[in-house]
């Protein structure tokens, strides 16, 4: 049974930092992911990692500020998110797939998310 476990989200200032933790089980994947969703808005691609490679891709509103990494020996993914802005606010969900290329944005397995909130 796949399981996705986040955890770390909470209220941080603008400016301020978080780190975002995934844990994953049950299957061997080919890539993991993070994704949001703020209130009233769909869901986005925040940052994805190949899982054996490393390889990484972030969507441009978090490049240079979100840093995507895991810990193949725990089998946790992570998300560094630095320079919080107000517009970060959202549920932050960990996705994972056994399929397919970074660049592919379909995932087979959800998280139930963990809620980030900035305060301006």
């Known amino acids: 049974q796949v399981q996705l476990v986040e955890s770390g989200g909470a209220v941080v200032q603008a400016g301020g930092s978080l780190r975002l933790s995934c844990a994953a089980s049950?299957?061997?994947?080919?890539?993991l992911g993070w994704f949001r969703q703020a209130p009233e808005k769909e869901r986005e691609f925040v940052a994805s990692?190949?899982?054996?490679?490393?390889?990484?891709l972030y969507a441009d509103s978090v490049k240079g500020r979100f840093t995507i990494s895991r810990d193949n020996s725990k089998n946790t993914l992570y998300l560094q998110l630095n320079r919080l802005k107000p517009e970060d606010t959202a549920v932050y969900y960990c996705?994972?797939?056994?399929?397919?290329?970074?660049?592919?944005?379909?995932?087979?397995?959800w998280g139930q998310g963990t809620q980030v909130t900035v305060s301006s």
């Open positions: 996705a994972a797939a056994t399929t397919g290329g970074l660049y592919n944005l379909k995932y087979d397995y």
């Open positions: 049950g299957r061997t994947f080919t890539k």
């Open positions: 990692i190949n899982w054996s490679a490393g390889n990484t």
